[in-house]
Each structure stands twice: as C-alpha cells, then as structure tokens.
T-cell receptor, first 115, second 113 residues
C-alpha cells in the first residue's frame, strides 16, 4: 500500500452507469497503471501513463477511460460500455527511469460490483 | 506479446517445509521478473525481484532463481510459516516495453500447522 491510496474500497453500481475510481500517490512517481483482477486470474493491464498528460491503452482498455492531469492522480472511469465490470481494480505506480523496467508498487484496490 | 505461465495453482505445505513456485515466459526479451504476495482483499506487495544479469537472488527465507536459456524462473520459500499463506504472482517485463508487466495466474499457498 505505502504511498498509494485508492478510494472507495467497495463500490456498487447499477448497470448503465459510469463510475470513477480514484488513485492517488505521494511517492513522486512519474508512471501510473491500472489493472483489473478477476477471481483465480492474474492481473491484466487496462491503461498506463508514463508522464502527466499522456497515457496508453493496455491489454483490456475497451469500456474504460482515464485522465492524467496531475502527477499524483490517475482516475479510472468504468463506462457503461464495459460489458463485465465486476472485478477488483488495482492501481500501481513506479518511477520512470527510461531504462530498465522499474518496480511497480500497488495500492489497496477497489472492489467494484455491478448490481 | 509476452505470455507467463505459473505452476502450481495451489500449493499446500507443512509449517517449516519449503515451497517452490515456478513460472515460464515466452518472450526472450524479458529482463525483469518480480514476485508479488497478495493477501485476501489487499493489493499485491513486492517480495523479491530479479533482473536477467543475475541467476539467483536471496532475501532471508526467500530466493528467486532465473534460467534465461530455458526461460523460466522460480520462487523458493524456506522454513515456511503460517503468515506465508497468500496468493503469489510472478510477472515479467522488458526494457523498452513501457514498463508493462505480464502476470502469471497466481499460486494459492497454504501453510498448515
């Protein structure tokens, strides 16, 4: 957990509604990431951002959107276009050394349930 | 893209025994291999990592070995304790890949008294 906070811890949403998950870090990291975790599966990358005002799609970006207006914040919006949004969402951050891969540190997660 | 396979999916050991979890990767360009421990309802915590310029790394009861030729790496936990019970994930990444991690599907480790 460390310097990465995610809120809320639990989130319930009705079908057809958009919802935004918060991720904040005070580690002064340049890079931030969003992963989705389903039961019995590994983590899958949704979006990532290596620097403010820039972000890239990960492996499962459809139905999600992000913004990176501040270095310390990387909110994720789950839109109504995401067909199966119920999952555990994890945010991570790392320095961006521009060289070898950097260690990613994870937040505590948000569990989203669509009713 | 990279594919990481992890075995076994569940592992049960007696307290004090050793536990070994194995992962294989497909992309020979991968050069960074972290291991994470995840407790129920929490985010993953990094426990150890290894880069491709070394073959083994140890931190107290935890060690990781890497075989670049065979493209596999393993986590070794010695003298297991009940608090080691958790889900463990391996992952792989490579330089120039945007620091993206590809994860294995996890191993549920249970340490029995």
């Amino acid at each position: 957990d460390g310097g990465i906070t995610q809120s809320p811890k639990y989130l319930f949403r009705k079908e057809g509604q958009n919802v935004t998950l918060s991720c904040e870090q005070n580690l002064n990291h340049d890079a931030m990431y969003w992963y989705r975790q389903d039961p019995g599966q590994g983590l899958r990358l949704i979006y990532y951002s290596q620097i403010v005002n820039d972000f890239q799609k990960g492996d499962i970006a459809e139905g999600y959107s992000v913004s990176r207006e501040k270095k310390e914040s990387f909110p994720l919006t789950v839109t109504s276009a995401q067909k199966n949004p119920t999952a555990f969402y994890l945010c991570a951050s790392s320095v961006n050394s521009g060289g070898s891969p950097d260690t990613q540190y994870f937040g505590p997660g948000t569990r989203l349930t669509v009713l | 893209g990279e594919n990481v396979e992890q075995h076994p999916s569940t592992l049960s050991v007696q307290e004090g025994d050793s536990a070994v979890i194995k992962c294989t990767y497909s992309d020979s360009a991968s050069n960074y291999f972290p291991w994470y421990k995840q407790e129920l309802g929490k985010g993953p915590q990094l426990i150890i990592d290894i880069r491709s310029n070394v073959g083994e790394k140890k931190d107290q009861r935890i060690a990781v070995t890497l075989n670049k030729t065979a493209k596999h790496f393993s986590l070794h936990i010695t003298e297991t304790q009940p608090e080691d019970s958790a889900v463990y994930f391996c992952a792989a990444s490579f330089t120039g890949g945007g620091n993206k991690l590809t994860f294995g599907t996890g191993t549920q480790l249970k340490v029995e008294l």
